[in-house]
């Protein structure tokens, strides 16, 4: 629920011990986590029921139903905790990217550059994730995209001071809740000269994933927040690493991102890149654009990989063999 009282409620928790007469959000709240439930226990449920008829593959809900043998928790605690994992890989990558889109649109000249690039690296075939070391502006693009369009503008989930501590002449009391304002911190000038602009180059010295910055012993050399600071740092970094790299290098490998013509005026509309929506895990508000192949080729050549990859899939959208390399248990032991 992106509203800003929702996203109250989160930090402050004594707000949902009011009548929800007095907090009509917390009512729907209520609601919402009523069908929210439902939704994740139909998916343990169906995990489940593969594993009954032997259609199961190996993932993540099914070495969870293992664990549940042993450690005996609820379905409930399975279904969220299988659930958490699919949100926090999914909404934040593609809000970010849609961030990445809209940062093209104002910003041609960061597109072209970084075509530029894709093109004399990979020539006519797509972005391999093994590209990465040889694309230093699409790491910076990567970088910047998480610093100018932090999905989570308050850090990945608040802290608590371990002990009374002194900042900047003030206390902070032990157990005090701490929040990592990381849209302040990404738009400080102190840290980043102009932050409102896009640009890729501020990383030109750093060679760093984004676990490799987080875990850094200078915080002045850190290259941005979004993944959190201090002992919980977000557990899926590197993933999210990976994926914004295939996302933005095939995109532009494939597309040009322009902005959309009014169909009246016929001047070109540019979106505002401090629209966003109210929550915890935000993403720029809706905006116009057009996303236009560079080629005939390249248009091909992406509907060739998706025609291909879609037979990697059954009719429920599962793989039908697990690929090579994965690390989860096998089915068969359950």
Known sequence: ???????LADIFPILRRLPMSMVPIIRGA????????????????????????????????????????????????????????????????????YGFVQAMILFPDVQRAAQAEIDRVVGDRLPVIEDLENMRYIRGCMKESLRW??????????????????????????GATIINNVYTIHNDPNRYSNPRSFDPTRYRD???????????????????????????????????????????SRILWAFDIRPAIDPVTK??????????????VCM?????????PRSSRKADMVKSV???AAKELDGDGQWKQIPKGMKFQSVESL
């Open 306 to 308: 998706w025609e291909e």
């Open 30 to 97: 209520a609601r919402w986590h009523k069908e929210e439930t439902k939704f994740y226990l139909d998916l343990w449920n169906e995990t489940k029921e593969r594993v009954a008829k032997g259609r199961a593959n190996p993932c993540f809900a099914v070495d969870l139903l293992k664990s549940q043998k042993q450690e005996g928790f609820t379905d409930k605690f399975g279904a969220y905790l299988a659930g958490a994992i699919l949100e926090a890989g999914t909404d934040t990558t593609s809000n970010t990217l």
């Open 284 to 292: 720029p508000k809706p905006y116009p654009g057009r996303i236009v």
């Open 149 to 174: 369009m932090p999905t989570a503008i308050t850090g990945a989930a608040p802290h608590a001071a371990k002990e009374d501590t002194q900042f900047n002449g003030y206390i902070i009391p032990k």
């Open 1 to 7: 629920m992106q509203t800003t009282t929702a996203a």
């Open 206 to 248: 750093d060679k760093t994933s984004s676990a490799e910055s987080a875990l850094g012993s200078d915080v002045s050399k850190r290259d941005h927040f979004t993944f959190g600071a201090g002992r919980r740092l977000c557990a899926g970094t590197h993933v999210a690493d990976m994926a914004l790299f295939l996302g933005i």
């Open 267 to 280: 001047e070109e509309i540019y979106p505002d890149s401090d629209q966003y929506t109210n929550s915890n």
